[in-house]
């Protein structure tokens, strides 16, 4: 087979292709119009959702700025100011007593224990110690 | 989607009026199912839309079409699984038991004479037949490159492979085709 008979037959197929798109069934023709409907729908959708929302990327951008900006600005400055104390000299009192190892309840009886320190030794009899020494 | 103005879908809208019939066919020829090929096209047409509309004119054909063998693609894929599932069950579906297609079976709605629809119809079954026992590519190639008319570069980027393969892939497709189909055919 020559090349004319091959140009031919290309042309040919191409004819019967292009043919057999003539004769479609309108219910065929109506989907694809629906369906190229829709999609230039969704391109004018896509089109008025940038327009309308085309504030929305600058804004973002520059609230992210913005936002970083200040995070470093807060992350990078020394301390200018001393701390706020944690505890006042009455609170530091208290937070020995409740970190210490005594027991608390000793704490609630202090009115006992203040009696018991203020009474003074009494001696012990001579014979007593002595005896006692001795034995 | 920022560039997209009003000429943009005007323009969209006549690209796809001017390939959604040849589209169809190519589609139909493929999975051998109208509302496969129906599906196909309308998927096609959404996502070229919704991913390149703000693309130039010119670079639509190709996406078009690589996205439409791409859609073929898939509903073969699905449809090879499906079988299998349907296979491993014992429930394998034959062509021959699915209801006549009502699109198929209708009038020819051009109103052309009985016996000139008659050979124009065994013309194009001998074709799509021919087409049928061609690998994949070398199809792809004919059908782009001749039935669609692309011309090679475009044919490339729709294939997504270089321009030489393009004349490797369709010299070896029209060899085969010329002969399948014979000298009568032409």
Same mark, same amino acid.
């Given at each position: ?10 042309? $040919? ?23 190229? $409907? ?64 005594? @027991? ?27 005896? @006692? @020494? @001795?034995? | ?42 998927? /096609? ?6 991913? %390149? ?11 078009? %079409? ?88 475009? /044919? ?23 002969? /399948? ?6």
């Amino acid at each position: 087979m020559n090349n004319d008979s091959e140009t031919a037959l290309l042309h $040919k197929a191409h004819a019967v292709f292009n043919d057999s798109t003539i004769g479609l069934h309108a219910r065929v023709l109506a989907r694809l119009r629906e369906a190229r $409907k829709r999609a230039v729908a969704e391109t004018e959708r896509r089109r008025s959702f940038w327009r309308v929302h085309s504030w929305a990327l600058p804004t973002g951008a520059v609230a992210i700025l913005f936002v970083a900006a200040v995070g470093g600005l807060i992350w990078l400055s020394p301390a200018s100011q001393p701390a706020v104390p944690f505890l006042t000299g009455n609170d530091n009192a208290d937070m020995a007593i409740v970190l210490s190892n005594d @027991n608390l309840d000793m704490y609630a009886d202090m009115d006992f224990y203040r009696w018991l320190g203020a009474r003074q030794p009494q001696p012990a009899p001579q014979g007593a110690t002595a005896g @006692n @020494n @001795n034995g | 989607m920022p560039g997209v103005s009003l000429d943009n879908a005007a323009q969209l809208n006549t690209f796809l009026a001017g390939v959604e019939r040849r589209a169809f066919r190519i589609a139909q020829m493929a999975l051998r199912s109208p509302e496969d090929a129906l599906d196909a096209v309308q998927e /096609t047409m959404l996502q070229l839309a919704r991913r %390149y509309a703000q693309r130039p004119q010119a670079e639509w054909p190709p996406l078009f %079409y690589c996205i439409l063998q791409s859609r073929i693609r898939d509903c073969q894929r699905r449809r090879a699984v499906r079988n299998r599932v349907m296979s491993f069950f014992g429930g394998q579906r034959d062509a021959e038991d699915d209801p006549p297609d009502p699109i198929e079976a209708a009038a020819d709605p051009a109103g052309r004479d009985p016996s000139e629809q008659l050979a124009q119809g065994e013309a194009m079954q001998a074709l799509e037949t021919a087409l049928d026992s061609l690998p994949a590519r070398q199809r792809e190639a004919f059908v782009l490159r001749i039935l669609e008319g692309l011309d090679v570069a475009d /044919t490339a980027k729709a294939m997504g492979c270089s321009e030489g393969s393009v004349k490797t892939h369709l010299s070896r497709a029209v060899h085969s085709l010329r002969e /399948t189909l014979g000298e009568h055919w032409a």
